[in-house]
């Protein structure tokens, strides 16, 4: 389970079934990881378990969004250019109006 740090319900859920099935199969074998959560609380959660500590380093990344792709790649829909912003209000109002 990469990314164990980023916390919802459904991940939660999982943590308690994986926790779970390691009790009724002790040949069963889950990988956790995160690069900044509390490995002890963890591994406290899953009854003592291992900790590895990887050494790594962080990478700059940079963010794109969807918008960003599309006006990068000039993606056609339907044939026509897909307008954002300001443009794409626009024409959905004028669509609006009709």
Same mark, same amino acid.
């Given at each position: 389970v990469d990314e164990v740090h980023e %916390?919802? #319900?459904?991940? &939660? !859920? $999982?943590?308690? #079934? $994986? %926790?779970?099935? $390691? *009790?009724a199969n002790p040949n069963l074998r889950v990988v956790l990881m995160s690069a900044t959560l509390?490995?002890?609380? !963890?591994? &406290?959660? !899953?009854?003592g378990c291992a900790v590895l500590n990887i050494p790594g380093r962080t990478f700059p990344i940079t963010? !794109?969004?969807i918008e960003d792709a599309i006006e990068r790649t000039g993606y056609l829909a339907r044939g026509k250019k897909l307008l954002l912003g300001s443009d794409a209000e626009q024409e959905l109002e *004028?669509?609006?109006?009709?």
């Open positions: %916390r919802s #319900v459904d991940s &939660d !859920f $999982l943590l308690i #079934v $994986l %926790r779970e099935a $390691l *009790a509390d490995a002890s609380l !963890f591994a &406290d959660y !899953f009854g963010d !794109f969004t *004028a669509l609006d109006q009709a």
